[in-house]
């Protein structure tokens, strides 16, 4: 295995690599009331710019790991850090808004593939009987840190903001550039190892098959509309509408909507982790599901209905972000067979970007119609509403999952 000093580089390398991927994806909120006020774009404009991204990863997440697996992880991660950095330069010049949108579709196309190949890389660096669970919280923790950066940067790049909409994605190709420098360190350590035979075997090759798709039983496709209701509220809101709509409806400034939004990712960040543990602990996955799903109308409610209740919707939403998704992929396993686990991994992937897309291109679409701006902040309420149906409907599909398992409890997967 490698040595502690080698496996602390690669460590801090593929944390860098997600930090500054997640970065470059959530740069987009912080600028959107300058991208309507200064280019002039619509909501469903801005919201296409985040829904585009998810767009290529419908298909292409399902090859992704056999894309992994044919060319390694390493190339894979140096290939698709280089594509995130051409999309981010591609963004940023997009005065345009067709310009703009084909740097987020680029981006789009290597970010998730991205993720494939260092989960991979991790495998091979950590396997099972080197912590590799705790590294895998642990670098997931690393990539909201890049979320909650790009919200902060409202604050700590102030003087960027006041410059506009563009110096702020500048930043961001800064960041997409960092992920690159990461990538490269990774790619050398990584094939130092790999030529001493020290890295643990790759895992074997996965093909999709359809007809893996009869196999599963419902508790597994509970799982999937649990992920693709939650993810399609989380990031549309979070990452795309949340600053703009605290700033045009509850009148807080770019800098106080920036911060307060960072919040849910600092919060995902440092109890990630600590709710993995939790799980490991005590089992109980539907009913931690449950509770991490409740937090996410609750966050909608108060946002809604509490005057002033924006940081307390925030702690919230927070909550619900560390737990669910703690817990929703280490579940997987639970009823899926391990030789379907790729299928059943690359099919939930795919549909919560279906899922994403969808919510991002609507909720700005239900804005524009709604007339939502600072002069007509009732004009978000339907958004709230759609935000707010669709959380419910993720923690109905725990609550279902729990009594599934209560009833029958699932079989070990053969």
Request: glycine content about 8%; aromatic content about 12%.
């Amino acid at each position: 295995m490698p040595s502690v000093g080698a496996q602390t580089v690669f460590f801090i390398a593929a944390g860098l690599v997600m930090l500054g991927n997640y970065y470059v994806y959530d740069a987009v909120g912080p600028v959107a009331e300058m991208l309507h006020s200064q280019l002039h774009f619509s909501d469903t404009q801005i919201g296409t710019l985040n829904a585009i991204y998810s767009l290529p990863n419908i298909f292409l997440v399902m090859v992704g790991g056999l894309l992994v697996d044919r060319f390694s992880a390493r190339v894979m991660v140096l290939v698709t850090t280089v594509i995130c950095l051409l999309g981010a330069i591609l963004t940023a010049l997009g005065t345009l808004f067709p310009v703009m949108a084909a740097g987020r579709l680029l981006f789009g196309i290597g970010a998730e593939t991205l993720v494939v190949a260092v989960l991979v890389a991790l495998y091979e660096w950590f396997s099972p009987g080197r912590h590799f669970a705790l590294q895998m919280s642990l670098n997931l923790s690393l990539a909201r840190m890049g979320s909650y950066l790009a919200d902060r940067s409202t604050s700590f790049a102030k003087g960027l903001y006041d410059q506009g909409w563009q110096p702020p994605m500048w930043l961001a190709v800064g960041f997409a550039a960092l992920s690159l420098g990461a990538a490269l360190v990774y790619f050398y350590a990584d094939r130092r190892e790999a030529a001493g035979g020290t890295l643990a075997a790759p895992p074997p090759r996965e093909r999709f098959e359809w007809a893996h798709l009869w196999r599963f039983p419902a508790a597994y496709w509970m799982l999937v509309a649990t992920c693709v209701a939650f993810f399609s509220v989380i990031f549309p809101f979070r990452s795309t509408f949340a600053i703009k709509y605290l700033q045009e409806a509850q009148g807080l400034s770019n800098d106080q909507a920036g911060t307060l939004n960072s919040h849910v990712f600092l919060m995902a960040a440092f109890t990630t982790p600590l709710f993995g543990l939790l799980l490991d602990r005590m089992g109980r996955n539907a009913m931690l599901l449950a509770v991490g799903a409740s937090f996410l109308p609750l966050s909608f409610l108060v946002l809604g209905t509490v005057p002033g209740g924006a940081g307390i919707s925030t702690d919230l939403l927070g909550l619900s972000f560390s737990l669910l998704p703690a817990v929703l992929w280490p579940t997987v396993p639970k009823y899926v067979a391990p030789e379907q686990l790729g299928t059943a991994y690359g099919l939930m992937t795919a549909l919560q970007n279906a899922g994403l897309f969808v919510a991002n291109v609507a909720a700005g679409r239900i804005n524009d119609v709604s007339g939502a701006s600072a002069v007509n902040p009732a004009g978000y309420t339907p958004m709230l509403w759609f935000f707010g149906v669709l959380s419910l409907a993720a923690f109905l599909f725990t609550v279902a999952l729990w009594i599934n398992d209560q009833r029958r409890p699932a079989p070990a997967p053969a």
